[in-house]
Each structure stands twice: as C-alpha cells, then as structure tokens.
C-alpha cells in the first residue's frame, strides 16, 4: 500500500483532497498568497517553477490552514501532506530496511508533523515537516535518530559528520537509478541536499565543493592516513585542481556548512 493511499490522498479520487479542491477558492479568499493557480491540482506544477521563497510562503498559507493551532483545517493539511509525499516516500525508501511497516509509519508521522509544524515561526516548511517526520519514524521503531554506525541508519542533521561518508555519491542535479539510492543512507542524504538547494540554504557549486572536499579527505595519504573534510591539506589539494585559493575553498565550505547545521537544526527543532 502507497502512501499517497495510507492518507487517502490518491488523485484524484481520495476524499479529503476532493474536499481540499473543494475549498481551494475559500481558502484564496482568506489567503491571497495561494491564488497562484486555479486549481489545487495544478500547484505541484506552479511549486516546481517558483522560487524557494515563493513557495515556501504558499506551504506555510497551508500549513497555517491545516495546523491545530491554526484554521485546524484537515482538508488544508491534506493538501500540504499530498504535495510533500514524493520528499516522503523517498526518506521512506532509505528507511525500508529497518521495518516492513515504515510506510504505515511515515504516514503517520507525515499527518502528525503537518498538523503540528510551527508556521507562526516562518519555518521552511518542506523541510520542517519531513525531518520530522522521519525523526518520529526512528523514534517510533526504538532507534536513535543520530546513530550513524550502520548502514541501515540515517545520517543526522550534522553534515559535517555526514557528507564524508558519501563522497562516492552521485552529485546533485544527476540522474541516479531509484533502486541504487533507496538501498543506501546517501539516497537520504541526496534528498537532503536536494531540499538545501531548491530551499536556497545553499547552492549547487556550494553542494558540489562539499563532495570535492569529501572525496578528496576520503583519499588515503602515503604515511598519513585520511585528512578531515575542512583540513588543510584536503582543502588544499580542493583549491589546486579548482585553480583556487585554499583561502577561497576553506571560506565558501565553512559557510556552507554552517549553512545547512544552521538551518536544518533549527527547522527541525522549531516543529
């Protein structure tokens, strides 16, 4: 059983989206940032397009509508659910190997984290909710959220801990066969980023420096084993091929990680 049908949300025909399309011009009315598109079946399209911002202001209009503490709106969160179930199922996918009822709990915890996300703090909403939504599917299965021991387990919010043990990984942006990326953690971690660049955390050359950095400290030195993903050595072998500064590597890495602890800490602790 999919998701989308674990929430009753399969388009067109799941109840409470047709409640939700029902209500679309309503909830223009009183939200003027949603009247983007006529129809709600057509703001997947429109977020695709938008900037990071402007779509981020239309999720935290349904995210307001549907939150308990907000217009308490099942229909609104339904729909905010349904157009952040693809980010959903691929957490789900990384976390199959830990359960055979991750998809019954990601459902769930999707609903919970919906209906509860502190919109009132402007957070990212995408990000927010399904951070923890996958927090709560660890806590619900008895394992820690930041273990990192086994393959099996999910890299934390910490990139800095995180981004060295996938320097192997497809670079952002690329094409990467599901089934390869839904048996590893990177295919968790590829989301990740995916979501810090659309949101504009970070950019694409900030995602692919980190890699560069990683895979070179992931190189075996002769009598000096691995460098750090920000040592100086790694950093300066980064800068030489980049035709650099180590300065100018050293900077944009630093920034962009504290980027993503920054944001990605907050988003997730704020719901």
């Not at 674990?6 to 009315?29: F, M, N």
């Not at 609903?111 to 619900?140: P, Q």
Request: charged fraction near 25%; proline fraction near 4%.
């Amino acid at each position: 059983m999919t998701l989308a049908t674990q929430l009753g949300l399969e388009q067109p025909h799941g109840d409470l989206l047709v409640s939700a399309q029902g209500r679309w011009h309503e909830w223009q009315d009183t939200h003027p940032v949603l009247g983007v598109c006529e129809d709600l079946l057509d703001l997947p399209g429109w977020v695709r397009q938008a900037t990071p911002a402007e779509a981020n202001e239309v999720l935290l209009a349904l995210a307001e509508l549907g939150a308990a503490d907000g217009g308490d709106d099942p229909a609104a969160a339904a729909a905010l659910v349904w157009l952040l179930i693809p980010g959903a199922v691929g957490i789900a996918r990384a976390l199959m190997p830990l359960s055979e009822r991750v998809d019954e709990l990601m459902a769930a915890q999707l609903w919970i984290c919906a209906r509860t996300v502190s919109w009132a703090k402007g957070v990212r909403v995408a990000a927010t909710v399904l951070m923890n939504a996958r927090r709560g599917v660890m806590t619900d299965l008895g394992l820690s959220a930041d273990a990192r021991a086994s393959r099996t387990e999910v890299p934390s919010a910490d990139l800095a801990l995180g981004v060295g043990r996938f320097a192997s990984a497809t670079p952002v942006g690329t094409s990467h066969p599901p089934d390869v990326w839904a048996t590893d953690d990177a295919f968790l971690l590829r989301r990740l980023l995916d979501e810090a660049v659309t949101g504009g955390v970070v950019s694409r050359d900030d995602v692919r420096l980190l890699l560069h950095l990683a895979q070179a400290a992931d190189t075996p030195r002769a009598g000096r084993g691995r460098g750090g993903l920000l040592a100086r050595t790694t950093s300066t072998d980064v800068a030489r091929e980049r035709g650099v500064s180590r300065a100018s590597v050293a900077r944009q890495a630093d920034r962009a990680l504290r980027a993503l602890r920054q944001t990605y800490a907050r988003d997730v602790r704020a719901a």
